[in-house]
């Protein structure tokens, strides 16, 4: 028994010290993965080389660290197991109750929980951050699945994306949309392979009972099977972020050939010959003018609030997520993930070759200018499959928009929505100028509102 308890306690100090500098561990994890996504990297010899020649420094610097905390580790049990025979006179180190006991007490270490209060424990932010920090790997995971799934499914022009500057009501609109039946979506279950979602599904199935109000804080529910704007990193991935700047998301066109790997990646996600292709991205009318080149046939809805208080609304928005990723970084760090950048300490405005928002972000004139920004630029766009829809109208009548979305694939409602409405705080300065400059584009749009 002695022994027992003696290797135990030396088991618990080994494994404590290796669990103290678990994160040169997760640091390993992260630099190997990383070092595998350059390798695979589609670009040229010469562009890949300077990334491989630092990642694998970086991978032996990291490696080096690690053998040296599992020699230090190792050091203290010998020394240990030498201090428990001439000590204590114990010569059977290796009989069954001397395993035991170093293996309760090595276990010991990992059962004592990391108190934290945010969403994602630490596995679970590492996780995240080997899939999704690595596109490369999702690209070529992506690929793979179209490759296998290429003969069960055609490709369908015909697919809906809802959209509109944050805070406009896309995501009250597109659930109701998908309760009809006859349409698939990107859900959280999909996080974080999200360019692997059928390979991911087999492995993953989440449970719906749980649901609880999102970190907006503005009474929608979720649960882990709720569908959600996820489909940017897609988006992303095939542009190497190209379009993101330090300070703005640039208007940019996609190729043939991506835009047919986002077809085949939509297949991937409908997987039902009866389904249609549903997505909410408020970053899509930085590229729709080049995939509608490519296909005439897909809605594409455009929500549209009243100026005020839609920028009142938004600039909530951005005191409650910059508090946030103030306290938990993990948040902004999960939000640059999926190309949200509408509030938050990594703002950034989209730039249409016009005049981009700037001033104090805690002011009411910075997101009026932002509304005028995003608005005046797709109340200029007048394809014939594009529809605006005036979030008012929809709160009062959401069964009329929905009954007229919905025609358009053919499906009808399988229940009725009440009408809902919100009032909201307006207080604060802003520009007169910049007010009615809104109030006429939010006309104009009106004038054009879905019929």
């Known amino acids: 028994m002695l022994e027992s308890c003696i290797l135990g306690l030396g088991g618990f100090l080994t494994f404590s010290f290796l669990r103290y500098y678990r994160f040169v561990f997760y640091d390993l994890a992260r630099q190997s993965v990383g070092l595998l996504d350059i390798i695979i990297r589609d670009e040229s010899e010469d562009q890949k080389l300077p990334r491989i020649e630092l990642g694998t420094k970086n991978l032996i610097i990291t490696l080096l660290k690690s053998l040296v905390l599992l020699s230090i580790s190792s050091g203290v049990l010998i020394l240990w197991s030498l201090v428990l025979r001439d000590l204590f006179k114990v010569e059977e180190l290796g009989s069954i109750y001397g395993i035991v006991g170093f293996s309760i007490g090595a276990t010991v270490p990992f059962l004592i929980p990391i ?52 805070r406009s009501g896309t995501t009250s609109l597109m659930n109701a949309i998908f309760e009809s039946g006859s349409f698939a979506s990107l859900s959280y279950s999909n996080m974080p392979f999200l360019l692997s979602p059928r390979s991911w599904k087999k492995l993953y199935r989440p449970g719906t009972e ?65 389904k249609f292709y549903l997505s909410k991205n408020n970053n899509m009318l930085l590229r729709y003018r080049s995939i509608r080149k490519f296909n005439e046939d897909f809605i594409f809805i455009v929500l549209f609030r009243d100026p005020l208080s839609h920028a009142a609304s938004l600039l909530r928005m951005h005191k409650k997520f910059s508090n946030q990723q103030a306290i938990d970084p993990f948040v902004l760090e999960y939000m640059n993930w999926l190309g949200h950048h509408e509030f938050g300490e990594n703002i950034k ?84 100028e910049l007010l009615d400059k809104a109030n006429s584009i939010y006309s104009k749009l009106k004038n054009r509102q879905f019929q």
Not at 404 to 428: I, M, P, T, W
């Open 210 to 274: 749980n649901s609880a109000e999102r970190s907006h804080k503005d009474g929608i529910l979720i649960n882990l099977e709720s569908n959600e704007a996820l489909e940017e990193y897609f988006f992303k991935a095939i542009t190497s972020d190209s379009f993101i700047e330090k300070k703005t998301l640039n208007e940019h066109s996609i190729s043939k050939k991506d835009y047919n790997l986002y077809l085949n990646y939509q297949k991937l996600i409908f997987n039902k010959s009866n």
């Open 115 to 166: 108190h934290s209060n945010r969403s994602y424990n630490e596995i679970s932010k590492l996780f995240h951050r080997l899939v999704l920090d690595h596109p490369s790997l999702g690209l070529k995971l992506l690929k793979r699945e179209i490759k296998k799934q290429s003969v069960q499914l055609k490709n369908k022009d015909k697919f809906l994306v809802v959209s509109g500057l944050a």
């Open 349 to 432: 405005p989209f730039n249409f070759g016009q005049n981009i928002p700037d001033g104090d972000k805690e002011s009411l004139d910075f997101w009026l200018k932002s509304w005028i920004n995003y608005y005046s630029y797709a109340s200029n766009i007048t394809d014939k499959n594009m529809y605006y829809i005036c979030y008012e109208t929809y709160c009062m009548n959401p069964n009329m928009i929905l009954d007229k979305v919905l025609v358009k694939f053919q499906s009808a409602r399988k229940k009725n929505y009440q009408s809902y409405e919100k009032s909201s705080d307006l207080n604060g300065r802003k520009s007169a």
